[in-house]
């Protein structure tokens, strides 16, 4: 199904790859309120899948059943998360990643769980079981993917796919709750940014690199830096994945 990623540079890191099984879940929620959902319409302009959708990459709220997580920060991930799609527009100039609206899906165990790669094997392992009881289809399945933004995971961040399927995971904290990690060098709205097109650079299939201004090298200062072309044909791969479409 997957390998393992090589870990970001990051406090708490990918992967605890396969294994678990999840037996037990509990009033899984996929959808939310439908008036929330229309009230932030104007905020998902880049949503271009529906829920679902085959080759479209999910967006996910990944609430532990401890933690919640507010309208507010939810307005403001959206957001956020529309700037990781911008940088990868304007990467990949006339293709575009098919995007499918936010979700929420609400966990079964607590956050501390969620970050522990200890039994039942934490966040990488858990979620492809929980999304597909809460939205009907897993990360693996062919043609989907999820980015997952989990509540509490503080630096945890990993990322992986195969090009026709995959899973990139990052903490909110950094964006939303900086009180959380204050002192820690990756808790930073930008570095979240950053971060998250890094994961995702993972799960459309790209290893690390070593050019200085490569996202895969390293993803401080995520404006100027890019999807690198020659010699690491970045941008080829992200296009030769099913998530990629051409724009209108
Ligand atoms: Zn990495």
């Not at 919640?68 to 911008?86: G, I, K, P, Q, Y």
């Not at 630096?155 to 995971?169: F, I, L, R």
């Not at 970045?234 to 296009?239: D, G, I, P």
């Amino acid at each position: 199904m997957s390998r393992c990623a090589a870990p970001l540079t990051f406090a708490m890191l990918c992967c605890a790859c396969g294994g678990a099984e999840l037996t037990v879940l509990e009033s899984p929620e996929g959808l939310e309120d439908e008036s929330v959902e229309l009230s932030l319409d104007a905020d998902e302009s880049y949503a271009r899948a529906k829920v679902g959708d085959d080759n479209s990459i999910q967006p996910v709220f990944f609430i532990p059943r401890d933690k919640t997580l507010s309208l507010a920060e939810r307005r403001t991930l959206r957001r956020a998360f529309r700037d990781v799609v911008e940088w990868y527009r304007r990467e990949l100039g006339t293709q575009t990643l098919n995007i499918a609206p936010f979700r929420v899906v609400n966990g079964a165990y607590t956050a501390a769980v969620y970050r522990s790669s200890a039994a039942p094997g934490g966040i990488w392992a858990l979620a492809p079981t929980e999304i597909r009881t809460a939205l009907g289809f897993s990360p693996w399945d062919s043609g989907h993917s999820a980015v997952v933004f989990g509540v509490g995971l503080l630096g945890w961040a990993g990322g992986d796919g195969n090009g026709s399927s995959g899973m990139a995971v990052v903490g909110v904290e950094s964006l939303l709750r900086q009180g959380e990690c204050f002192g820690e060098w990756w808790c930073s709205g930008d570095m979240w940014r950053g971060t998250v097109i890094h994961e995702m650079g993972h799960m459309l299939t790209l290893p690390h690199n070593t050019h200085p201004e490569g996202i895969m090298f390293f993803h401080g200062d995520y404006t100027n830096k890019r999807l690198i072309e020659h010699p690491y044909r970045e941008k080829t791969k992200v296009k030769g994945t099913v998530f990629d479409i051409a724009s209108p």
